[in-house]
């Protein structure tokens, strides 16, 4: 069982994480990036430096990619991905390929920031208040029902790239002919969590649970984190969960505030944070093993250690430099 990892990035550990548990099997990790600098391609068994996702060619380069290395099972740690993956399933299920994805409406609603606000209120489930046009926002301002500061982030961003904060109405004004989509949020001043979880691929039920009180940030992902058990947090996710039914590894974010939890946003992957969990021994990647091997994995009802901290540090790799296109051999 060989099992493709896209957009690996700086993921090192999360590589790692694959390759042990498919040496068990014996199998192997193969990675791929657009840049051949990744450093998580350098700790796969094999890697590719392929196209840009948003180049023409990418799908096609994937499927030689999975034919070169017979690979059984495929997954992206990246959200502009997920959503190309998902509208390519029964391409690469027709060659005994399965892409570790959530359903592409599940996709759609978590990566469109405004739908997500949409989906959860629909719902009935706690969100932030989110605008896409700023005479709404300005009209709810007048009337008390917001305050400054305000939050503008990108409507399909990732990484927290493109977050700003915006302090009086004539900042908020700048936005009015901003031609890239954005979201509208108020600044939401609480304690913010951080929720892994794993729904099997075949029974499509919840099968682990960890939650995490974020200590420290970095370019969107959590860099310091301690475990936590809560049981309205617990509540809040299972309810989650059961209306959007995503399949796979997904990372949900959360505000404590005075009324209790909100939903902040929900990524249907590997979250940045997860290696805490798998840590303290919530194995998602064992999980997808099994589900790639055929079996169904039963819940999971792992007694993790609470306030035990993960913190994440630098490390350092030399590697000879090559030519873009090369990995382990050109296809």
Request: hydrophobic share 40%.
């Given at each position: 069982?060989n099992?493709?990892?896209?957009?690996?990035?700086?993921r090192?550990?999360l590589?790692?994480?694959?390759?042990?548990?498919l040496?068990?099997v014996?199998?192997?990790?193969?990675?791929v990036?657009c840049?051949p600098?990744a450093?998580?391609?350098?700790?796969?068994d094999?890697?590719e430096?392929?196209?840009?996702?948003?180049?023409?060619?990418?799908i096609?380069?994937?499927k030689?990619?999975?034919?070169?290395?017979?690979?059984?099972?495929?997954?992206s740690?990246?959200d502009p991905?997920?959503s190309?993956?998902?509208?390519?399933?029964?391409?690469?299920?027709k060659?005994?390929?399965?892409?570790?994805?959530?359903?592409?409406?599940t996709?759609d609603?978590?990566?469109?920031?405004y739908?997500t606000?949409?989906f959860l209120?629909?719902?009935?489930?706690?969100c932030?208040?989110?605008?896409i046009?700023?005479?709404e926002?300005?009209?709810?301002?007048k009337?008390g029902?917001?305050?400054?500061?305000?939050?503008i982030k990108?409507?399909?961003g990732?990484?927290?790239?493109?977050i700003?904060?915006?302090?009086?109405?004539?900042?908020?004004?700048?936005?009015?002919?901003?031609?890239a989509?954005?979201?509208?949020?108020?600044?939401?001043?609480?304690?913010?969590?951080?929720?892994d979880?794993?729904?099997?691929?075949f029974?499509?039920?919840?099968?682990?649970?960890?939650m995490?009180?974020?200590?420290?940030?970095?370019?969107?992902e959590?860099d310091?984190?301690?475990?936590?058990?809560?049981?309205?947090?617990?509540?809040?996710?299972?309810?989650?969960?059961?209306?959007?039914?995503?399949?796979?590894?997904?990372?949900?974010d959360c505000?404590l505030t005075?009324?209790?939890?909100?939903?902040?946003?929900?990524?249907?992957?590997?979250?940045?944070?997860?290696?805490?969990?798998?840590m303290?021994?919530?194995?998602?990647?064992?999980?997808i093993?099994?589900?790639?091997?055929?079996?169904?994995?039963?819940?999971?009802?792992i007694?993790y250690?609470?306030d035990l901290?993960?913190?994440?540090?630098?490390d350092?790799?030399?590697m000879?430099?090559?030519?873009?296109?090369?990995?382990?051999g050109q296809?």
């Amino acid at each position: 069982m060989n099992v493709l990892i896209c957009s690996v990035g700086r993921r090192v550990k999360l590589v790692e994480a694959f390759r042990s548990e498919l040496q068990k099997v014996n199998g192997r990790v193969i990675a791929v990036d657009c840049d051949p600098t990744a450093p998580a391609l350098h700790f796969a068994d094999m890697y590719e430096v392929v196209p840009r996702i948003d180049d023409s060619s990418y799908i096609d380069y994937l499927k030689k990619v999975c034919k070169k290395y017979e690979v059984t099972g495929i997954l992206s740690l990246i959200d502009p991905e997920l959503s190309l993956l998902a509208n390519h399933v029964e391409e690469f299920e027709k060659e005994g390929i399965y892409v570790i994805v959530s359903d592409k409406q599940t996709v759609d609603i978590c990566f469109d920031k405004y739908s997500t606000s949409q989906f959860l209120s629909d719902n009935g489930l706690p969100c932030i208040p989110t605008y896409i046009n700023i005479d709404e926002v300005i009209r709810d301002f007048k009337v008390g029902k917001l305050d400054f500061p305000l939050i503008i982030k990108p409507r399909k961003g990732s990484a927290s790239i493109g977050i700003n904060k915006v302090y009086t109405l004539e900042e908020l004004l700048i936005y009015k002919n901003e031609t890239a989509e954005i979201v509208i949020q108020p600044f939401v001043n609480g304690q913010e969590f951080g929720v892994d979880c794993y729904i099997d691929i075949f029974s499509r039920k919840l099968i682990n649970m960890f939650m995490k009180k974020k200590i420290v940030m970095r370019a969107g992902e959590t860099d310091k984190s301690i475990s936590v058990k809560d049981y309205d947090l617990k509540q809040l996710i299972e309810r989650l969960v059961n209306v959007l039914k995503p399949l796979g590894p997904i990372d949900i974010d959360c505000f404590l505030t005075k009324d209790g939890f909100v939903i902040s946003e929900i990524n249907p992957r590997f979250g940045g944070g997860y290696l805490h969990a798998h840590m303290q021994g919530q194995n998602f990647v064992e999980n997808i093993v099994k589900n790639l091997s055929g079996f169904t994995n039963q819940l999971q009802n792992i007694e993790y250690e609470e306030d035990l901290i993960m913190v994440k540090y630098e490390d350092v790799k030399l590697m000879k430099n090559v030519d873009k296109g090369i990995g382990t051999g050109q296809i």
